[in-house]
């Protein structure tokens, strides 16, 4: 199981919301083995997501998403035989998607998950692709998936979400 970023880590109180999080986690497709959390599209968390994009720490688009996580894996991979590290199982990175998505979307959603499961925690949103192009990226484009690519914007999201497990 991943284990949150190191700064969350060290808060008791998030640690447990985190635990009970994962316990909500479902698998997201029908052919699917990943199991992730459901979650709804809250002001709070849209604001945690538009903060991202101004950052520049959101991406949008599957493919686009897929290419920088096989770039940053080739980059890990060297590191960790140079230095002789193990993966450290723990989130770096946030993969946000829509739950309007075809099966064949999320099979790849899938795929893409198990491939980068030691650092990559997948989200689905109750909202439409329509709904998050719009709000996050300002055109009438569907954008199905998403990406936080940088700590901060993960801390962000994570905590907001969790908050909202806590208050349900």
Same mark, same amino acid.
């Given at each position: 199981?991943?284990?949150?970023p190191r700064?969350l880590e060290?808060d ?10 994962q &316990?909500?986690f479902?698998v997201?497709? =029908?052919?699917?083995?990943? &199991?992730? =959390? ?8 849209i604001?945690?997501l538009?903060?991202a994009?101004?950052?520049?720490s959101?991406r949008g ?26 993966d450290p ?8 998607f ?10 790849h959603?899938?795929?893409l998950?198990?491939?980068y ?9 109750n909202?439409s692709?329509?709904l998050?192009g719009k709000?996050f990226?300002?055109?009438?484009k569907?954008?199905k998936?998403m990406?936080?690519?940088?700590k901060?914007a993960?801390?962000k ?10 208050e349900?």
């Amino acid at each position: 199981m991943l284990k949150l970023p190191r700064s969350l880590e060290t808060d008791t109180e998030l640690q447990l919301l985190f635990h009970n999080l994962q &316990k909500s986690f479902q698998v997201f497709s =029908p052919d699917g083995t990943i &199991k992730v =959390p459901s979650v709804e599209l809250s002001d709070n968390l849209i604001h945690a997501l538009a903060f991202a994009r101004r950052c520049g720490s959101l991406r949008g688009g599957l493919e686009s998403i897929e290419t920088l996580l096989q770039t940053e894996e080739a980059g890990l991979a060297a590191v960790r035989a140079k230095q002789k590290q193990k993966d450290p199982n723990r989130i770096s990175r946030v993969f946000l998607f829509s739950n309007d998505g075809s099966e064949r979307f999320y099979r790849h959603c899938d795929a893409l998950l198990i491939r980068y499961k030691s650092r990559v925690l997948g989200i689905k949103i109750n909202a439409s692709s329509a709904l998050l192009g719009k709000t996050f990226f300002g055109k009438e484009k569907a954008v199905k998936a998403m990406l936080l690519t940088r700590k901060d914007a993960v801390i962000k999201v994570l905590s907001v979400i969790m908050a909202k497990e806590f208050e349900s």
